[in-house]
């Protein structure tokens, strides 16, 4: 005999059949299979998603682009770093500025303060002495000062006791000040560390790759030279009319081969562009370029981003999206 586990989510409240309906209204998480309609194929522009029919560079991360599309990219990106970096420095500058004021206020009431200490002392020294009850000489201010406050010291007391204890009270909740660089309602706090630390990070100098995110000059774009398809001869073709190479797959420079989801690179100092396969076994052992004939190193070899298909062998082609469950 089989026990019934009593635990919590020990059964799955639903059927089968069930799940399958909810499955339509967002219920779980949702999986599907990517066609290769949905993937990017290769020699197609990171940036526009459509086919290359001008000139087209690559990025150090080896992804492609249009030089049009990557060029106008880099425009917008420029002109939205130097309004970022503007407001930047404004909030700064507003910063130092009320750092300024702050100082300048704070030695003013310094100075009131001393001179009120110094003209305090000279009355001091032209008031009348008397004599109290114990043959002490004492001056008339002071006597005078000192009835004054009795009646109100207790009272002092007895409230600032009453604030300490009774922190739930209104009058001992702390006050907000409406302006910046206050705290507790009182001009005299201004934490410069903490103002500075909360102003927005100061934007970088360079726009980020689209897909890399690293700095990005306009120096670092590798042209490359793309076959497409009845190129490779010359033949039929008006090289001319760059229209005519929309919807046409790129081919491999040397061996003439479709470029599909193979691994693939191009020599930064000439631009060609050719599959793995045939720079290891022509292009490597010579480290000379198959069709300029001129001398390349290591690093002039970079790899590209590989186009992607429908197929598991060609990547990742599983998309999922989680959404709460009813267990």
Known sequence: MTRKSKQPGGHNPLTHH????????????????????????????HLNLSPITDMAVATPSGHIYSKEAIVQYMLTKNTELKKQKAECERLRLDVENRRVEWETKMGKRRCDTFVKKDQGAMKMSNALVVRSSDDEPISSATATSAHQNSGCSGGKKHENSLQHVSYWLASSQPQHGKGKGTTGGNDDDFDYESEIAALPPMPPDRPPSPYSGEPLKLKQLIPLHLVHEGEEDGVG?????????????????????????????????????MLQSVYDQLAKPTMTCPITGRKFKEKDVLELVRGRSGFAASGEVMAKKYNPTLT
């Open 18 to 45: 069930e799940r399958k309906r909810l499955k339509s209204s967002g219920y779980g998480t949702q999986s599907t299979r990517l066609c290769t309609d949905s993937h990017l194929p290769f020699g197609h522009c």
């Open 237 to 273: 073709v008006d090289i001319n009319n760059k229209s005519n190479n929309s919807g046409r797959r790129i081919l491999c420079a040397v061996s003439h081969k479709a470029i599909t989801t193979q691994p693939t690179i191009v020599l930064k100092n000439t631009g060609h562009v």
